[in-house]
Antibody
């Protein structure tokens, strides 16, 4: 069955960096677009970034543009989110999600369990 | 403020029907597919509807989706206590070149 396992979260000081990982199994990873979505405590969902199936295109929310980088290693079936210059407002549970399509937004069929990132001094 | 506008909450008695609206613009809902997600407390979101009105396997036909112009609607009939959750609409925004979600709607079964 499809499984997405998010990891890498933790407590980090403002201005520091963190890298999240999402290990995928149960499907052909290199055929699907992948997204990161976050949810601040008690708040709604916020889309963060998407990477197309082959890594050829990447798009970001304005709130993270220039600070976060999405990437994937199709040989390792793993999605990444490199987060630099972290701010308190980046505190959230971060979910990876698989798109139904190879590019764009067709609906997120599968989600990781989420990993909590807390930015605090 | 979210790019997509949803009512904060809706409620109805068991067995009744609720509808959740999602309002956007021509750059998002008007020209892209809408999907809907259910999030039960403490869990990851779950896909309820994709491409405006298509249900993934395993989603009961009590759930329906529609889109007209720059608005989309999720309907839930035969409301059950297990339907109490937060519901989100989402789509791509071609002007922003970014994904967008609605602010979420909490469904309460009275």
């Amino acid at each position: 069955q499809v499984q997405l396992v998010d990891s890498g979260g933790g407590v980090v000081q403002p201005g520091r960096s963190l890298r999240l990982s999402c290990e995928a199994s149960g499907f052909t990873f290199n055929s699907y677009g992948m997204h990161w979505v976050r949810q601040a405590p008690g708040k709604g969902l916020e889309w963060v970034a998407v990477i197309w199936y082959d890594g050829s295109n990447k798009y970001y929310a304005d709130s993270v543009k220039g600070r976060f980088t999405i990437s994937r290693d199709n040989s390792k079936n793993t999605l990444y989110l490199q987060m630099n210059s972290l701010r308190a407002e980046d505190t959230a549970v971060y979910y990876c999600a698989r798109d139904r399509g190879s590019s764009g937004w067709y609906g997120f069929t599968d989600w990781g369990q989420g990993t909590l990132v807390t930015v605090s001094s | 403020q979210s790019v997509l506008t949803q009512p904060p909450s809706v409620s109805a008695a068991p067995g009744q029907k609720v509808t959740i609206s999602c309002s956007g613009s021509s750059s998002n809902i008007g020209n892209n597919y809408v999907s809907w997600y259910q999030q039960l407390p403490g869990t990851a979101p779950k896909l309820l509807m994709y491409e405006n009105n298509k249900r993934p396997s395993g989603i009961p036909d009590r759930f329906s989706g529609s889109k007209s112009g720059t608005s989309a609607t999720l309907g839930i009939t035969g409301l059950q206590t297990g339907d109490e959750a937060d519901y989100y609409c989402g789509t791509w925004d071609s002007s922003l070149s970014a994904g967008v979600f609605g602010g979420g709607t909490k469904v309460t079964v009275l």
